[in-house]
């Protein structure tokens, strides 16, 4: 139960024990093609967007968006939620960028127009966003935010690798740019894959750089790859992880699955992941806990950042581990010693044995932990 790598469908763990594909073989073309498709639909995107599905995890997706958009010297706008907007801060700076920062205090967001006046502060090519920042379980306003990007002609990135797939998204409605994962997430498949959608402004952008990206990580060497797999033809520029991508056409499959209209399904989705987080939360308040988010309207749905009781600390992972159950410690620098975290995206949320069995061990840890005291 932790924040990914999560466990996986049966469905999804089926398919990626079979016999490994050649990535021109007929099939495995056909599951990239019917991948890329089914993560527009996920994506909420439209269809002059590029999907890309290449190996590696969240960071390489998050270094394809940086590297992609954004050329030295220019400047970035990163709303900081946590760690993993601390990350995408120093990937700008490394790829030469002047990245200011909008910050709140861990467990808060800074808001839409705090955002707005940085981007009026001075000219600004693009915003950067953690969808769920993972170390405290907080959720931007995304929707907000692309709006008032959009207002102002910058491109939007949003780092969605703790919420592609649980949390809503509407990437063509908003009008965002990037929307990137990781397969181990609220996708539902075993780590390897980086997955993210660009919009045909982004890819614009990309265009036009003076300063390319490093070779591997090029959306123009991957686009012509993308595309003739669409088109069911075989392609190579790099090796896919071919079982990965075996594996994604069915677990895609499955998130689509809830009803004929992608739309409804992906609706479905996020409601259910809504209503599973709901439950841990009643859970929560039912044995006093704080959660870390400052207000239940930035709590993310597809994780839940807890803070220990007065007077126990991180010895608490160890005794909900004792009770069956693996949870997540603190990740954030400045609390990372105050709080625990629990993952509820992706498969989970479909086994309410688990679940219950997971509020069952920290509950009881948690009791036991008091009773001690
Ligand atoms: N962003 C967020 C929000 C994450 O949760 C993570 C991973 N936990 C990453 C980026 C980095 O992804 P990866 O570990 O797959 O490289």
């Not at 998050?62 to 706008?77: Q, S």
């Not at 995408?88 to 709140?104: D, I, P, T």
């Not at 808060?108 to 502060?121: I, M, N, R, S, Y």
């Not at 966003?129 to 910058?154: I, K, P, Q, Y």
Request: hydrophobic content about 45%; charged content about 20%.
């Amino acid at each position: 139960m932790i924040p990914g790598p999560l466990e996986v469908s049966d469905g999804v763990r089926a398919a990626a024990a079979e016999v490994p594909r050649r990535h021109v073989a007929p099939d495995l073309v056909e599951a990239m093609g019917a991948s890329l498709e089914a993560m527009r639909h996920v994506w909420r995107a439209g269809n002059e967007a590029q999907p890309f599905i290449v190996a590696g995890s969240g960071t390489l997706a998050m270094e394809m968006a940086t590297w992609n958009l954004v050329a030295p010297g220019e400047r970035v706008v990163v709303v900081n939620t946590g760690f993993f907007s601390d990350r995408a801060a120093e990937m700008l700076r490394r790829r030469g960028a002047n990245v200011a920062q909008v910050s709140a205090e861990p467990g808060d967001a800074p808001g839409a127009d705090a955002v707005a006046q940085a981007l009026d502060d001075h000219p600004t090519a693009a915003l950067f966003a953690t969808h769920v920042d993972t170390s405290t379980g907080v959720r931007v306003d995304a929707e907000a935010l692309c709006r008032v990007a959009s207002e102002r002609d910058m491109l939007t990135v949003f780092d969605g690798v703790c919420a592609t797939g649980g949390e809503r998204f509407e990437m063509e409605a908003w009008n965002a740019d990037v929307y990137l994962t990781a397969s181990q997430k609220a996708i539902g498949l075993p780590a390897g894959l980086a997955l993210l959608v660009a919009s045909a402004r982004a890819l614009k952008r990309r265009r036009a750089l003076t300063s390319p990206p490093p070779m591997a990580i090029d959306w123009l060497e991957w686009l012509p790859v993308m595309t003739a797999y669409e088109e069911r033809r075989p392609a190579y520029f790099a090796t896919p992880a071919t079982t990965l991508v075996w594996a994604l056409r069915t677990g895609l499959a499955e998130i689509l699955s809830a009803d004929t209209d992608p739309a409804t399904a992906m609706d479905a989705r996020v409601a259910a992941h809504a209503e599973v987080a709901q439950t841990f939360r009643a859970a929560w308040r039912e044995l006093e806990l704080d959660l870390v988010p400052v207000s239940e309207a930035l709590a993310a749905n597809t994780l839940s950042a807890v803070r220990y009781p007065d007077g126990v600390g991180q010895e608490l992972v160890g005794a909900i581990k004792e009770r069956g159950v693996v949870v997540a410690p603190g990740l954030h620098p400045q609390l990372k010693e105050r709080y625990f975290r629990v993952g509820h995206m992706g498969d989970v949320i479909t086994r309410p044995t688990d679940i219950n069995r997971c509020i069952a061990a920290v509950s009881d840890a948690v009791r036991a932990a008091r009773s001690g005291l």
